[in-house]
Nanobody, 131 residues
């Protein structure tokens, strides 16, 4: 079992920045071997893909078009932590942000972009961007 805890959310003005963290615990020995991702959910909307990173050294990443060039996903395996750097924030970025990890076996460069591909989820952290 993997336990994920997000932090770093908050209220920020449009154009500002935040750094989200996702600390993994539980099967920490295997965490480096898991592909991970960030999703978000705004009020009244479904869960939306934000960014994903491959397992091991995170050599491959993929971001949604809506955040490309503004958000950056990264991982620090030594700290069992996933990050999402949010820059040039817009009011439409307001949502609860969730991190997720994917168990199982798959190629080292695989990035998972669909929520149903993930096995473990955090509780989420709220990001609110004011105009």
């Amino acid at each position: 079992q993997v336990h994920l805890v997000e932090s770093g959310g908050g209220l920020v003005q449009a154009g500002g920045s935040l750094r989200l963290s996702c600390a993994a615990s539980g099967r920490t020995f295997d965490n480096y071997a898991m592909a991970m991702g960030w999703f978000r959910q705004a009020p009244g909307k479904g869960r939306e893909f934000v960014a994903a990173i491959s397992r091991l050294y995170g050599d491959r990443t993929h971001s949604a078009d809506s955040v490309k060039g503004r958000f950056t996903i990264s991982r620090d395996n030594a700290k069992n932590t996933l990050f999402l750097q949010l820059s040039s924030l817009k009011p439409e970025d307001t949502a609860i942000y969730y991190c997720a990890s994917k168990g199982g076996y798959y190629p080292g460069d695989y990035v998972a972009t669909q929520p149903q591909e993930y096995d473990y989820w955090g509780q989420g952290t709220q990001v609110t961007v004011s105009s």
